[in-house]
DNA sequence: CGGTATCCGGCCAGATACTG
DNA sequence: CAGTATCTGGCCGGATACCG
C-alpha cells in the first residue's frame, strides 16, 4: 500500500476539470475515512488515531491542515490543560457528506467483486 | 500542485473502510477526469492526450491499466495497422457514473468559493 | 493531549528515447 | 497510433525525538 496523495492546488495544467478539483479535496491519503467519521460527529485528534491505528501522527496532523485549509474541517482548540482540540465538519463541509456516503455504498457493494479469483 | 497517487492495494492496515477502497480505485491522479470524459462514451488514446495535454504518454497508459485492473474499465485492441485501442466504460465502471458525476457537480459549485482573497 | 522538528528511504511521476 | 524502457529527481510518508 502506497498511498502517496495528490494535491495539486495551483493546477499547472489541470484543465480546470471539476472532478479533479473536487478529488484533490477528498482523495488525500486519509482523508476519505477522516471525512466519513466526521459525518456522526465531533472528533478529537486521538479519536482519530484509534480509528485509523495506521496512520502516523504527523500524516494525521497534516491531513487534517489540509482538509481545514480547504474549509472542509473546523479545528477548534480549547484553551486548557490537558489540551483539548475538536475537530468537525463545517457547513461546506457537510456539503460533501452525500457524495463520501455514495463512495461508503459503492465500496461495501463492490469490494467483494475484486475477492473473486482472477 | 503534487500529484502523487495513492493506491494502497492490499492494505496492510487500511481498516478496510469503505470510503478508502472506492477512493483506491477512482482517487488516482488522473482517474477523475479520465473516467468522467469517459462517460459520454468510448474514447482512444490520443483522444485522452487531446483532452489532457499536461498528462504523459507514460502516466496515461498506468493509470489506464489500473482502472482495467480494477474491472472499472475496457481495453480494445483492434488488430490493424495502424493500431486502435479502445477504452471505454464496462458495466462496474458504469456503477461509478452518479459518484463522478455528483463530483463533478460539486467541483463547478464550490471551486468558486476558493477563489475568494484568504 | 496534541502536536512540532528533523532525518531519510522509497516510490511516484516527468523526460526522453525507442518500437511493433 | 499506441505504446514500452530507462534514468532520475523530488515529494511522500514513516520513524523518532522533543515540546507547551
Redesign the interface.
Known sequence: ???????????????G???????DI??G?????L??HLIDGTKRFNEFRK????ITQRMLTLQLRELEE??IVCREVFQQVPPKVEYSLTD?GR??V???L??????????K??QLPK
Not at 500500500?1 to 484543465?15: H, T, W
Not at 476539470?17 to 478529488?23: D, H, I, R
Not at 455514495?102 to 469490494?111: L, N, P, T
Open positions: 500500500m502506497n498511498i502517496r496523495k495528490p494535491r495539486f492546488r495551483g493546477d499547472p495544467a489541470g484543465e476539470c471539476p472532478v479533479e478539483y473536487t478529488l477528498i482523495g491519503k486519509w482523508k476519505g475515512v471525512l466519513y480509528i485509523c491505528p495506521s480547504d474549509g461546506l456539503t460533501l452525500p457524495i463520501i455514495h463512495m461508503k455504498q459503492w465500496g461495501e457493494s463492490f469490494r467483486c475484486e
